[in-house]
């Protein structure tokens, strides 16, 4: 039963001239004052959604991008703002990009946030994207293989530093502790301090491609998974949600259909449909622009994406458009009535499925970000709010 709305921002500011025949991803530049606007826009969003009941209110973390998209470089520090800011909205970390820190260091900025914000932070972890970020802080992407063996060793030594009150750690990439002489012993363990308060630790993950072997690493570690729309309407994202009941099952633990996932929408309410579509079409297309681009719509060819690079072309050309993306799952669009009537039927075929996100495309201005979400915290919230059954203040 669906209780927990979240919305996740990766953090994009105001831009201009958005969709298939706007300004081409890579010709996109703004000022330093301009991208510093993405706090601003943050701010306004986590406060609206506190008033209005939203469980928990995700950033991304990104760096580098001067085109505007993703603009928000620590998370963790954003978080602890926005958690001074608000008194009852989560803040979750959507996602900590664990190759592009020292796992350790992260562990530590976790249990800082943790205990000054008396538990508001949710944990999460991603293996990262954009090849301009990992691999210039230090880390592989391009090899992919290489990537993941280092996420996975990463993610191990951080649970380790959560878990235990003292560890040490050899593996392929980390020595810990460095074997070295201190004040006249030598070291064996470590402790890292603080450690978070709230043990365990509930840890959030994106799940992509739903290999058996990536699934296994997250229910191995508790680890949920927040999977990317489409999963209302069976296909590539149903078989994920039956992946993750087996991989559960290979440890011993049974699950409901849609137990510790989190579906993840993109959303636009309007009077209707067509209105929807209409308003809400060239911020999705803003949105594949960018994404595309990245590899993470795995449908697109070489030549859709070298078509939609140009402004041109693109909006003449066989692309994905936002009816498909609402006849898939993917997207919810139109009157708050045919939104709920979608999650509801969410919830009849996921009944161990408690938590949704709804987001908005990169390129939807913040005055719209805020008109949306006040929308739907009024309209739609409110019929599954009245569903809420208490649960442990630190169950995970």
Known sequence: MITKFDSLFAGHVDIENVG???????DRRYSNEHL????DKAEGMAKLMDRLGYHAFWMAEHHFQHEGYECIPNVLMAAVHLAHLTRNLKIGCGFNITPMWHPLRLAEDYATADILTGGRIIFGVGRGYHTREVETLGSPLLDQPANRELFEEQVDLIFKAFNNESFSHDGKHYTIPARVPYRGYDLKELTVVPRPLRLPVECWQPIQGGTARAMDFMAKHGIKGLIGG????????HRVVLGWQEAHARIGKQLEMGERLCFGFHFYLAKNREQGIREAGKFYEENMKMFGELRLVRALSDEQIEIMRDPRRAPHAKLPRIEDAIANGG???????QVIEHLKSLERRYPGLDHVSVSLSVGVPKSVCLEQLEWFGKEVLPEFQKAKVAEPAFAN
């Open 331 to 337: 997207v919810l669009c139109g009157s708050p009535e």
């Open 36 to 39: 510093a606007t993405v706090f």
């Open 230 to 237: 489409g999963s209302a309407e069976g296909g590539a994202m």
């Open 20 to 26: 298939y025949g706007g300004v081409a991803v890579n």
